[in-house]
């Protein structure tokens, strides 16, 4: 399915990491797309993610946190995750930094960059980006590899694409003032394809892969 759309929109077949957000979804399942040579999984919600984390010790998988952070939950993502997605905060930022235990590599970082400028949304505003990907440059246990969005749902695929391409310029902009960041966190279920045409180097795919996720 990736490898159809990078063919489609010109991208060098291999350059898309499907992650496969499996929040919500139990540890058999994920044993089960695991043993389909998926390496990377995405969770939102700790406490049921440190279970499976847990429970599928052993097998080598790679997990990204992807879900909003509070301050007390960090100490424990630094120990469990070798992927952030969702830091908003630089007091987020440093925490994990501290906290990460020293035997393990930097957390791979991205920023969750508020694309809709909406108040109610997550994310840091665009023209406060470039401050905190400064900031996180500093901090030894973290490497800042780029940017991730969950743009308003839309069916409009034009909707989609000036979204996401407005993600991909701001990542150029961060390059082009001396960033060298390689990772565009963009595309879900309904926007995968709109996210694979504007450059997304990782989608997070939860109901296209799992089926529905049962509310609550
Ligand atoms: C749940 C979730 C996804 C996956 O959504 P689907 O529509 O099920 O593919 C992707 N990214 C984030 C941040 C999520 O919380």
Redesign the pocket.
Known sequence: MILQMENRYKRTPGSVRLLA?S?KKPADEIAATACECQHDF?E?YLQEALEKITRLEGRNLCWHF??PIQKNKTRQIAANFSWVHSIERLVVAERLNAQRPAHLPPIQACIQVNIDRESSKSGVQTDQVQNLATAIQTLPKLKLRGLMA?PRPSNDTIQQRLRFAQLRKLLEQLNQSGFRLDTLSMG???DLEAAIAEGATIV?????IFGKRTPG
Not at 204 to 208: D, F, K, L, N, P
């Open positions: 957000v929040k995405g939102s992807i879900g969950i879900m279920s309904g997070r795919v939860g109901t296209a």
